[in-house]
């Protein structure tokens, strides 16, 4: 009888170390395809990470360079500006300078229809000349340097204002 329980026990003890092998088999496999599984995700992952890194990169690329294209247009712009506004003050200094020295006089016309009521002809000829054709007075130098000098300040807020339309208007086309 000791005999059929030493079998007995041998044989328990054989098919508790098979089941054990089997488990601790099963266990390792299971183990293997859960990290491959993991390590598939995880690269998966690193893949998307990748490409969203390298579409931000690419992004800001090219965000930097509409900046440095805006950046390099506006230097532009405002040399053209400035050429402008200096030919501008250039223009109007000469004028001046000219108005000064009695080498440029400025004159209006003057209307004669109504004073006169003579249908624009003149009633009689001056003294110092024969002039034909529409009656004109000339101004004071001083006057006509102010309305000079008034004119040069709307012709620089005129290319002020051309200035801001340009830049208003690639910045509206840029976006």
């Known amino acids: 009888?000791?005999?059929?329980?030493?079998?007995?026990?041998?044989?328990?003890?054989?098919?508790?170390?098979?089941?054990?092998?089997?488990?601790?088999?099963?266990?390792?496999w299971q183990a293997n395809a859960y990290g491959q599984q993991l390590a598939a995700k995880e690269t998966v992952y690193q893949t998307e990470r990748t490409n969203l890194a390298n579409a931000n990169s690419a992004l800001i690329l090219a965000e930097q360079g509409k900046r440095l294209a805006l950046e390099q247009w506006l230097a532009a712009s405002d040399q053209a500006h400035y050429r402008a506004l200096t030919d501008a003050k250039t223009t109007q200094t000469r004028l001046r300078d000219r108005l000064a020295t009695a080498d440029l006089r400025l004159s209006v016309l003057l209307?004669?229809?109504?004073?006169?009521?003579?249908?624009?002809?003149?009633?009689?000829?001056?003294?110092?000349?024969v002039v034909h054709g529409t009656t004109r007075a000339q101004l004071d130098r001083a006057?006509?340097?102010?309305?000079?000098?008034?004119?040069?300040?709307?012709?620089?807020?005129?290319?002020?204002?051309q200035a801001c339309q340009a830049y208003a208007k690639e910045v509206s086309h840029t976006k």
């Open 143 to 161: 006057h006509a340097q102010r309305i000079i000098g008034i004119t040069g300040d709307g012709d620089q807020g005129l290319i002020a204002l």
């Open 111 to 129: 209307d004669t229809t109504a004073a006169t009521d003579s249908d624009g002809m003149q009633a009689a000829t001056g003294s110092c000349g």
């Open 1 to 28: 009888m000791k005999l059929d329980a030493v079998k007995g026990g041998g044989a328990l003890l054989v098919m508790l170390g098979l089941m054990v092998g089997s488990a601790w088999t099963a266990w390792t």
